[in-house]
């Protein structure tokens, strides 16, 4: 087993013991009244079909599956927030085959040490991947695969100060291990050539980070999770992660959201990748 997951499997046996002596400290408070669970699933679908249909047109099939999950333990010494989310979809316009719209795989667990009321220390560990092939479309050799399940992989464990002046707003400004895990598309680990290329890269540096869950009103809520992390060897490789959503809730299982994403990391791609979807689906809180 490598140091880098060793490192993440250590971290969330931290967290683990953690949970457990917060759990021993609170006497007089059962342990599962400390901690609260959210899991929500999503269903996106659009289809269109036509039949000697003279103004013309394409035959359309589209979904989307998204899962969003959190469980929080909040005891009188430490906070240990978990999250969980899941995406994916797929689209068929006309005779072409299915291709992938949407893919998310992000896991996080964050450990926090309640010292004061505004700043307190915390151990921090994210996952992200996905869960199937992508490809670049009508290249000139046709469609090419550039990546596939746990291939990428990021790791990210990080150690720092976590400010909150509000409920609704948690910043982290930290030391960070950021680690990209491949297989067969190196690139995203590798440097560009002439270098060799490499299946594991690693990279010490420091990370600044914020998770924004805000309720504009009764039916409104934005949320917003942004990463910045700057690495010791090379500080210019700048590298950003931004996803935003506004969703509005139509009914009791219809919300409208909007998504924005935004990623930036020059050593893979100079320009700064964007991302944005809006959609009318139904969402159902299964806890």
């Known amino acids: 087993m490598s140091k880098p997951i060793s490192f993440a499997f250590l971290l969330l046996l931290i967290c683990s013991s953690a949970f457990s002596q917060g759990a021993d400290s609170t006497k007089s408070t059962p342990a599962d ?8 699933a999503g269903l996106n679908l659009t289809q269109v079909s036509y039949t000697d249909w003279v103004a013309g047109g394409q035959n359309a099939l589209a979904y ?28 068929r316009l006309g005779d072409q085959g299915l291709r992938k719209t949407d893919d998310k ?42 990546s596939k399940f746990f291939d990428p992989a990021f790791v990210t464990q990080s150690v720092g100060v976590g400010y909150q ?26 440097d560009p050539p002439p270098a060799a290329p490499q299946s594991t890269r690693v990279d ?4 600044f980070d914020w998770d924004i869950a ?5 039916h409104l809520l934005f949320s917003s999770s942004f990463q910045y992390f700057s690495p010791f060897k090379d500080p210019g490789q700048i590298v950003v992660r931004g996803d935003n959503t506004l969703s509005a809730k139509v009914s009791k299982y219809v919300v409208v959201s909007l998504n924005v994403q935004l990623i ?8 700064t990748q964007y ?3 809006l959609a009318l689906g139904l969402n159902y809180s299964i806890f």
Do not use: C, M
């Open 33 to 40: 009244t400390l901690w609260k669970h959210s899991l929500v």
């Open 64 to 91: 989307t599956v998204v899962i969003n999950g959190r469980s929080i333990y909040n005891g009188p010494t430490y906070n240990w927030d978990n999250i969980y989310n899941f995406a994916f979809g797929q689209t």
């Open 105 to 146: 795989i992000d896991l996080g667990t964050t450990l926090t040490y309640k010292v004061g009321s505004l700043f307190n220390p915390y151990a921090n560990a994210t996952l992200k991947s996905q869960f199937s092939t992508g490809y670049l479309y009508a290249t000139p050799t046709g469609d090419s695969a550039v």
């Open 165 to 190: 002046p509000i409920a609704e707003v948690k910043l982290r400004l930290g030391a960070a291990l950021r680690e990209i895990f491949t297989s067969q598309y190196t690139f995203y680990a590798s």
């Open 204 to 207: 010490g540096g420091t990370e």
């Open 214 to 218: 805000w309720n504009l009103d009764e």
């Open 264 to 271: 930036s990391e020059p050593r893979i791609l100079p320009q």
């Open 275 to 277: 991302k944005e979807s």
